[in-house]
Structures are given as structure tokens and as C-alpha cells.
């Protein structure tokens, strides 16, 4: 496909998810329900002519990502905390991601002024031919958070059509090894964890599932049909449990334990601290980063 139809289906696809994540700054308030705000804004994607690339994440305290509302999920908003807001749209595949966080009680603002000054830093710097190893190094010197302390093992990601987590990665901290280069025309998610100075800095894994994406493989015998099935709704992105039948619903863990779907756990802080996000699509440009999910 020819590189300026690549680029407008991500450009469209980045103007619907900045257009979700307006819409749902003032839905954040105590006592909502999360699985409320995660059907309006994927139905909001869907009313626009794009699907969701990923279910819309809703990541509370020391949550810091992979949380989405589950079926008839009960959880309400609280009263005060950061809440993160993650969405993403794609338009024939070509997918979006971008991040906001909200205080809802005024006393965590610092986090989310630490992490979106780190993640214009790193905007900043990023152009073509630049060394990802270089280009986080610098950044660190020039804007490493001062408060808060920056989460070690969430990176950035390229996206690729139907593919949110694949090629080059986005380290937020200087990496031992990185060989890779940013080069023009390819496309990015680039995103920011902050905690508190008491926090681990560290994502750890908890039991709890509600994200599953397909590996690609589909296994003989029973499991073979849904198994095909899944793939054609979802290609390779990620997808929730809530769209899916309940009798589908019903297979996830056994299609996991074949190795048809990867699971993605949801992660908290280490020490369970306040965790805030800021994260961006960007395109690189000749001149620079271009940020496609400003609003
Ligand atoms: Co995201």
C-alpha cells in the first residue's frame, strides 16, 4: 500500500482515539462505573467508521496498565486517586494508542506533570536516524523526573498494521542493550509511568486477566473452529472478554493453555503506589516526531 494511504488510516485512526479520550476526561468522576466509560468510548470508535485496536483500558491507583473492565464488571470509580484512560482506534488495521490521566481529587497532579513533561522530552528528541540507546540516554539527562520515579519496564512500542506490540520498543530509562534506529515514516506509541519516590518502579503481574490477543495458532480438533474464528474477528489485537459470547468466554483459559491466545495480566506498581500515565502516537517525520493523538 503506498506510504501517504498508510499514514492517513493512522492519522484517522489517532484523530478518533484523541476524540475518545476528550470525551472521556469529564466521564471520570467517584462512583461510575468503570465498564460504563469502556462501552461508551468503544462505541464512540465504532460510531465513527473505526474499530477498537484494544479494549479500552481503565487503570485505577496503583494499577498502572492491562486493566479492562470484565462482563457485567461491578467496579466503581473512587472518591480520589489517579485514574489512567488508555484507548485505541484502528482504521483497516492501522492502529492508535494514547493515554490520559485524571486526579480525581487534586492530590497526585505532580505524577501526571512528571510523566507528560518526560513524555514531550522524549518527543522531542526522537527523529530519524537517531539511536533508540542515544536518544533515551539524552532524554534522561535532559528530563529525568525529579519527584516521582519513573516506571522501569512499560515501554513505548511501534505499531505496525493489526500489530500493537511489535518491532522497535521505546525504553523510558537508558537500556544496557538497544541496537536498533528510528527511521522516517514508521509509527509509534510512546508512553510514560510515574510513581512516587517510595515506589518500586517496577510493573509486576498480577493473577487477574480481562486482555487476550490470538497468537496466530490454531490447533486440531475442538478447539480449531473458535479458534479460526477469533483470529478472523480480531486478527492479532488485542481484544475483551465483554465481546465476546459467553459460551466463548467460557474457552479463554483452555485456548490460552494451547497457546492460541496470550493472556495479558494486569500489572501494578510494585509497591503499590500511585501510578500516572502519559503516552502519544507519533509518526516520524524528516523534521521530527509529528504527534497524531493531540487534542
Ligand atoms: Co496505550
Redesign the pocket.
Known amino acids: 500500500m503506498k506510504l501517504t494511504i498508510v499514514i492517513e488510516a493512522f492519522e484517522q485512526a489517532a484523530r478518533i482515539t484523541a476524540d475518545a479520550l476528550a470525551a472521556a476526561k469529564p466521564m471520570v468522576r467517584g462512583g461510575v462505573r468503570l465498564l460504563e466509560i469502556a462501552e461508551r468510548l468503544e462505541r464512540l470508535i465504532c460510531e465513527r467508521g473505526a474499530r477498537p485496536a484494544?479494549p479500552v483500558?481503565i487503570c485505577v491507583g496503583s494499577i498502572a496498565?492491562h486493566y479492562s473492565p470484565l462482563p457485567d464488571d461491578p467496579r466503581t470509580l473512587p472518591d480520589r486517586g489517579l485514574v489512567k484512560i488508555?484507548?485505541?482506534a484502528h482504521v483497516d488495521g492501522y492502529p492508535a494508542?494514547?493515554?490520559i490521566t485524571v486526579d480525581i481529587s487534586g492530590d497526585y497532579g505532580w505524577l501526571i506533570d512528571e510523566a507528560e513533561t518526560y513524555l514531550e522530552a522524549l518527543i522531542a528528541n526522537l527523529r530519524p536516524g537517531v539511536a533508540i540507546k542515544r536518544l533515551i540516554k539524552q532524554t534522561y539527562e535532559e528530563a529525568k523526573p525529579l519527584r516521582s520515579r519513573l516506571i522501569v519496564n512499560l515501554c513505548g512500542h511501534q505499531l505496525q498494521r493489526f500489530k500493537l506490540h511489535s518491532g522497535k520498543s521505546i525504553p523510558v530509562v537508558p537500556p544496557r542493550f538497544h541496537r536498533e534506529v528510528i527511521r522516517e515514516g514508521e509509527v509509534f506509541?510512546v508512553?510514560v509511568f510515574t510513581t512516587t519516590t517510595r515506589g518500586a518502579g517496577e510493573a509486576v503481574a498480577e493473577a487477574l486477566v480481562t486482555i487476550y490477543s490470538h497468537t496466530g495458532r490454531i490447533p486440531g480438533g475442538q478447539l480449531g473452529e473458535i479458534s479460526r474464528q477469533l483470529l478472523a474477528r480480531f486478527n492479532m489485537l488485542p481484544f475483551s472478554p465483554r465481546w465476546l459470547d459467553p459460551s466463548e468466554v467460557g474457552l479463554l483459559s483452555q485456548l490460552h493453555k494451547k497457546r492460541v491466545l496470550t493472556a495479558y495480566p494486569v500489572l501494578r506498581e510494585g509497591r503499590n503506589e500511585p501510578v500516572a500515565?502519559a503516552?502519544h502516537t507519533v509518526v516520524i517525520e524528516r523534521g521530527g516526531a509529528r504527534v497524531l493523538t493531540r487534542f
Do not use: S, T
Request: aromatic share 8%; glycine share 8%.
Open positions: 484494544f483500558n496498565a488508555d484507548v485505541g494508542d494514547a493515554a506509541a508512553e500515565q503516552e
